[in-house]
């Protein structure tokens, strides 16, 4: 069984993630984490010396590798991995377990604020700047998400709640 997190950053897939899988007694692989770890360099590395493209390329050739992985896995994606290529339908015809966990621009908004620096993709931005930004990410996205076998809202929840509720729409 292969469960797949999908979701804008901070949307919690990884912490999420981690609780499924030990609640499941399956691994859990973040992909952002495989993909460093396979090409032994931190992804803002990657962006910046071999550019976007080869990032993607590569992603997808590991995402791959993941999702014909015989074992019991439950695997957080990046928050833009669905959006590339053909990636989310290479997704959904490897599991029907894709679930989206989908945050409000606000709850968003809040969370990444406190971790922006982290981030390298929201890093530059201004404070009221950054609502803005993960609006229309969001909006650029939704089409991708939306496509998910299920849709979890995480908004006024903790990572528990919504570890529950996935659960309880596994078969």
């Keep these: 069984m ?3 997190l999908i979701g804008y950053m901070g949307s919690g897939k990884t912490t999420v ?17 495989y993909i460093e770890s396979s090409l032994n360099k931190k ?18 050739e590991l995402l791959n590798e993941i999702l014909d992985d015989k074992r019991d896995l439950v695997i ?20 029907d377990l894709v679930f989206y966990l989908k945050l409000s621009i606000a709850t968003l908004t809040e969370r990444l604020h406190q971790e922006k620096e982290h981030r390298p993709l929201i890093s530059h931005l201004k404070d009221e700047d950054l609502s ?14 939306s496509r ?18 996935i659960v309880a729409l596994l078969p």
Excluded: W
Aim: aromatic content about 12%; some cysteine; hydrophobic content about 30%.
């Design 76 to 95: 957080a994606l990046g928050g833009g991995t669905p959006c590339y290529g053909v990636n989310m339908n290479t997704i959904l015809q490897k599991t």
């Design 132 to 145: 803005q930004f993960i609006g229309k990410h969001l909006f650029e996205r939704g089409v991708y998400y």
């Design 17 to 33: 993630g981690k609780l499924l899988a030990k609640e499941l007694g399956s691994e859990f692989i973040d992909l952002d984490d």
């Design 43 to 60: 992804i803002t590395y990657i962006f910046k010396t071999k550019g976007e493209l080869y990032f993607r390329k590569k992603e997808s």
């Design 148 to 165: 998910a076998n299920y849709t979890v809202s995480g908004d006024h929840k903790n990572s528990e709640l919504v570890k529950e509720e």
């Design 2 to 4: 292969k469960v797949v």
